[in-house]
């Protein structure tokens, strides 16, 4: 069974500074497309990246998404305010087909 | 952009069947997967199943005895249903939107607003 594992768990910022979020499959499927979610309080999760480094639509050009095979990741360049919040990878597994989350990196200030 | 509205009763007794509709605004019969995800108080993401117009499903292998998703495409509804509960079922509850292109690029958007369902006596 393919698990997906975000690190770090939390990851402590200020507002202009630079994050790097991993996201790390277990094996390999040959799809390798992964897509990454945010979540602010008391919100649902919103799409930002998908096929590993597209960005969603109305997505700011600060988050861009790398990687393939086993390791991905998801850097915001500049932190605005508004991104402290959970982030998720999300990998779509092919055989047999099912859909699995990260357990989640929060972003906090 | 289209709009997904989730309902249903908050609270189920164990044992019982948790039934929750979901209601789009956009034409279920196009070319989408109809999804549902929840997720338990504090904790993270588990994906629940997926239906499409066609009537093809995936459920996650652990719920699959107990989940049935399925579409009213004369209404815009997507239904899920979860016998069995138990405490470990309480969560909010997601219907979503997702794309599949290729069957290997799958990504989902959007989301509702989710619904929190508590199973308690």
């Known amino acids: 069974e393919i698990v997906l594992t975000q690190s770090p768990d939390t990851l402590s910022l200020s507002p202009g500074e630079r994050a790097t979020l991993s996201c790390r499959a277990s094996?390999?499927?040959?799809?390798?497309?992964l897509s990454w979610y945010h979540q602010k309080p008391g919100q649902a999760p919103r799409l930002l990246i998908f096929?590993?480094?597209s960005r969603a639509t109305g997505i700011p050009d600060r988050f861009s998404g790398s990687g393939s095979g086993t390791d991905f990741t998801l850097t915001i360049s500049r932190l605005e305010p508004e991104d402290f919040a959970v982030y998720f990878c999300?990998?779509?597994?092919?055989?047999?087909?099912?859909?699995?989350f990260g357990g989640g990196t929060k972003v906090e200030i | 952009q289209v709009h997904l509205q989730e309902s249903g009763p908050g609270l189920v007794k164990p044992s019982e069947t948790l039934s929750l509709t979901c209601s789009v605004s956009?034409?279920?019969?196009?070319?989408?997967?109809w999804s549902w995800i929840r997720q338990p108080p504090g904790k993270g993401l588990e994906y629940i199943g997926h239906?499409?117009?066609?009537?093809?499903?995936i459920y996650n292998p652990s719920l699959k005895s107990r989940v049935t998703i399925s579409v009213d495409t004369s209404k815009n509804h997507i239904s899920l249903k979860l016998n069995s509960v138990t405490a470990a079922d309480t969560a909010v509850y997601y219907c979503?939107?997702?794309?599949?292109?290729?069957?290997?690029?799958?990504?989902?958007?959007?989301w509702g607003q989710g619904t929190l369902v508590t199973v308690s006596s």
């Open positions: 096929g590993a480094s």
């Open positions: 979503a939107r997702a794309s599949m292109v290729y069957a290997i690029h799958f990504w989902i958007d959007p």
């Open positions: 239906i499409h117009y066609s009537g093809s499903t």
């Open positions: 999300q990998y779509f597994i092919t055989s047999p087909p099912r859909v699995a």
């Open positions: 094996q390999t499927d040959y799809s390798g497309y």
């Open positions: 956009d034409d279920v019969s196009n070319n989408y997967y």
